[in-house]
């Protein structure tokens, strides 16, 4: 199931510096998509999300683009932490589920 | 902070051998879920719950699960005859609607499964 791709499994981004994740998606019937982000030994954790309807939101440092006619999606922060070090997922909503991508290790260097 | 919490935190069982796996959603959250992730692989989707009765499964979810909410607080997933391959971590989640921008899903932190 290839519905929903992060093509660079990992990324390296100096303290202060922007983060930028990237998403790809296969499915344009999903109604919404969401950032999850995940320590070792820990569940996802909801970061934030994007309404199909729209191209942009922010909350605090993160910020979602969306970008339909590409069916693509990123996730900027800025300015990245030490504590942002975590594996980032991205995620569809299709009705009554969430499909996953397969994630993008990310280490902020201090 | 409410949470979604799940026990145990690692269980190893024989293949062949029914386990159980236990998940308090958060308290006023209607719609439940498991998801389950293999080892450098993807978070898959399995199954979700409403209103005591599965609202959606995946292929993945086949006889040998089920799942139960058999008070007002618990909420279980059970493999009846596990398999080498059901090795992975199992997620529980909850959100308070379904399909809806403003009621992302709460995950559990997981428990992982070993079978051997």
């Known amino acids: 199931d290839q519905q929903v791709k992060q093509n660079s499994p990992s990324l390296s981004v100096q303290e202060g510096r922007i983060s930028i994740l990237n998403c790809d998606y296969t499915n344009s019937m999903f109604d919404y998509f969401l950032w999850y982000k995940k320590y070792p030994a820990e569940g996802p954790t909801f970061l934030i999300s994007?309404?199909?309807?729209?191209d942009k939101n922010e909350d605090g440092r993160f910020t979602v683009f969306l970008n339909k006619s590409a069916k693509h999606l990123s996730l900027h922060i800025v300015p990245s932490q030490p504590g942002d070090s975590a594996v980032y997922f991205c995620a569809a909503s299709k009705v009554n589920k969430l499909v996953f991508g397969a994630g993008t290790i990310l280490r902020v260097k201090s | 902070e409410p949470e979604v919490t799940q026990t145990p935190s690692h269980q190893v069982t024989q293949m062949g051998q029914e386990v159980i796996l236990r998940c308090v959603p958060i308290s006023n959250h209607l719609y439940f879920y498991w998801y389950r992730q293999i080892l450098g692989q993807k978070v898959e989707f399995l199954v979700s719950?409403?209103?005591?009765?599965?609202?959606?499964k995946s292929e993945i979810f086949d006889d040998q699960f089920s799942v139960e909410r058999p008070d007002g607080s618990n909420f279980t997933l059970k493999i009846r005859s596990t398999k080498l391959e059901d090795s992975a971590m199992y997620f529980c989640a909850s959100s308070v609607e379904a399909g809806r921008q403003n009621s992302p899903l709460h995950f559990g932190n997981g428990t992982r499964l070993t079978v051997t």
């Open positions: 719950f409403y209103n005591n009765e599965i609202s959606e």
């Open positions: 994007i309404s199909s309807i729209k």
